[in-house]
């Protein structure tokens, strides 16, 4: 793995997979799948049932259809052969549309382009990467849906070997395991999963889970709106606003895309767009969202940067909100320590798998 601290270059690699699931009890979960650039690649997948609506994707593109098994093969052997992702039911043979339905209770997330616009990387994700999420709600039941959206992150760790592939050494992907309490048990498989190693990777997940930030607009310029927050939620009647807007008739659709941004650095987040050079991700300097991504870094609601006490990231980040004495020294230590967290991410976690679960 290249060094990040100046040159921030690719850390996550174009395994997407984003997996939508709607359970017996009433939830829905969509995640996003990838992996670190150097081990190998992977899909998307979505899932339902029980529900009265039922959730479509369309497009002929699965992201590293191939790979998928990889996640498969731990869903299959942790939870069950029944927990696996599958292709969707195709209403129609004609039109590339598929949907999770309680035959179909997990499976595979398309997309209908493949450039950067859409989040497909062809070396890989890195700091700076951007996508969008793009799903439809189909209501099997006339009436009022409002639904509450909820993303999460969990990583996973890939045991790997070398080939030599033409003359040229190639890591190949064996397995993968989720980064949580559990993956030390793997050590036989593993003999680098000391608890220590685990405990850093759990470290490294906590970072990549607060630097992907998610959104429900983003403009022609590029600027984000309608920032999820630190609950990263949101309701369908945040994207339908206007009056009735969450009422379907029978079989109707309507189209949901939420956007996601990995901050390529500190000063990405707080600068507005009189500061064009930093790339602001935000327009205004004072805003409902920027209020928000503020209270969003704080250590107490997420971890974004990497070797600093949570006195340290709150005096800091009190300095720069406020514009207080010390602003730049302020800055530059925040600025140095999320570059920290990025190459912490890169070092030791392989996939990200980013859930989004809804009820009912």
């Given at each position: 793995?290249?060094?990040?601290?100046?040159?921030?270059?690719?850390?996550?690699?174009?395994i997407?997979?984003?997996?939508?699931?709607?359970?017996?009890?009433?939830?829905?979960?969509?995640?996003?799948?990838?992996?670190?650039?150097?081990v190998?690649?992977?899909?998307?997948?979505?899932?339902?049932?029980?529900?009265?609506f039922?959730?479509?994707?369309?497009?002929?593109?699965?992201?590293?259809?191939?790979?998928?098994?990889?996640?498969?093969?731990?869903?299959?052997?942790?939870?069950?052969?029944?927990?696996?992702?599958?292709?969707?039911e195709?209403?129609?043979?004609?039109?590339?549309?598929?949907?999770?339905?309680?035959l179909?209770?997990?499976?595979?997330w398309?997309?209908?382009?493949?450039?950067?616009?859409?989040?497909?990387?062809?070396?890989?994700?890195?700091?700076?990467?951007?996508?969008?999420?793009?799903?439809?709600?189909?209501?099997?039941?006339?009436?009022?849906h409002?639904?509450?959206?909820?993303?999460?992150?969990?990583?996973?760790?890939?045991?790997?070997h070398?080939?030599?592939?033409?003359?040229?050494?190639?890591?190949?992907v064996?397995?993968?395991?989720?980064?949580?309490?559990?993956?030390?048990?793997?050590?036989?498989?593993?003999?680098?999963?000391?608890?220590?190693?685990?405990?850093?990777?759990?470290?490294?997940?906590?970072?990549?889970q607060?630097?992907?930030?998610?959104?429900?607009?983003?403009?022609?310029?590029?600027?984000?709106?309608?920032?999820?927050?630190?609950?990263?939620?949101?309701?369908?009647?945040?994207?339908?606003?206007?009056?009735?807007?969450?009422?379907?008739?029978?079989?109707?659709?309507?189209?949901?895309?939420?956007?996601?941004?990995?901050?390529?650095?500190?000063?990405?987040?707080?600068?507005?767009?009189?500061?064009?050079?930093?790339?602001?991700?935000?327009?205004?300097?004072?805003?409902?969202?920027?209020?928000?991504?503020?209270?969003?870094?704080?250590?107490?609601?997420?971890?974004?940067f990497?070797?600093?006490?949570?006195?340290?990231?709150?005096?800091?980040?009190?300095?720069?909100?406020?514009?207080?004495?010390?602003?730049?020294?302020?800055?530059?230590?925040?600025?140095n320590?999320?570059?920290?967290?990025?190459?912490?991410?890169?070092?030791?976690?392989?996939?990200?798998?980013?859930?989004?679960?809804?009820?009912n």
């Amino acid at each position: 793995m290249k060094k990040l601290m100046q040159s921030k270059k690719m850390l996550i690699s174009s395994i997407v997979s984003l997996c939508l699931s709607i359970f017996m009890l009433g939830t829905v979960s969509i995640a996003w799948f990838t992996m670190n650039r150097e081990v190998g690649t992977s899909g998307m997948s979505m899932a339902i049932s029980g529900m009265p609506f039922e959730i479509e994707v369309r497009g002929q593109y699965i992201e590293n259809e191939s790979d998928f098994g990889l996640v498969n093969d731990y869903i299959s052997g942790t939870y069950g052969s029944d927990a696996v992702y599958e292709n969707g039911e195709q209403p129609d043979e004609n039109y590339q549309y598929f949907r999770a339905t309680a035959l179909k209770d997990k499976i595979i997330w398309r997309k209908e382009t493949q450039d950067e616009a859409h989040g497909h990387y062809t070396d890989g994700l890195e700091p700076n990467s951007c996508g969008e999420l793009k799903f439809w709600v189909v209501a099997k039941q006339a009436g009022f849906h409002d639904s509450t959206f909820v993303f999460d992150i969990k990583g996973y760790h890939a045991v790997t070997h070398i080939e030599t592939q033409n003359g040229v050494s190639v890591e190949i992907v064996d397995d993968v395991y989720e980064i949580n309490d559990s993956l030390g048990n793997y050590v036989t498989e593993d003999p680098t999963l000391t608890s220590s190693m685990v405990q850093k990777k759990k470290e490294a997940l906590s970072y990549i889970q607060g630097h992907i930030l998610f959104f429900r607009n983003k403009d022609e310029n590029g600027y984000y709106s309608g920032f999820l927050g630190t609950d990263r939620s949101f309701k369908l009647s945040d994207v339908y606003t206007e009056e009735n807007g969450t009422y379907f008739t029978l079989g109707e659709k309507k189209l949901v895309t939420v956007y996601w941004k990995w901050a390529n650095t500190f000063e990405q987040m707080i600068y507005d767009s009189s500061y064009s050079s930093y790339s602001p991700i935000l327009r205004n300097a004072s805003s409902a969202d920027r209020t928000a991504l503020y209270s969003y870094m704080q250590p107490s609601n997420n971890s974004m940067f990497f070797g600093l006490t949570n006195s340290e990231i709150t005096s800091d980040l009190s300095i720069v909100q406020t514009n207080g004495e010390g602003f730049l020294a302020a800055v530059t230590q925040l600025s140095n320590a999320y570059n920290d967290a990025d190459q912490e991410i890169g070092d030791k976690v392989d996939y990200i798998i980013i859930e989004m679960t809804t009820d009912n």
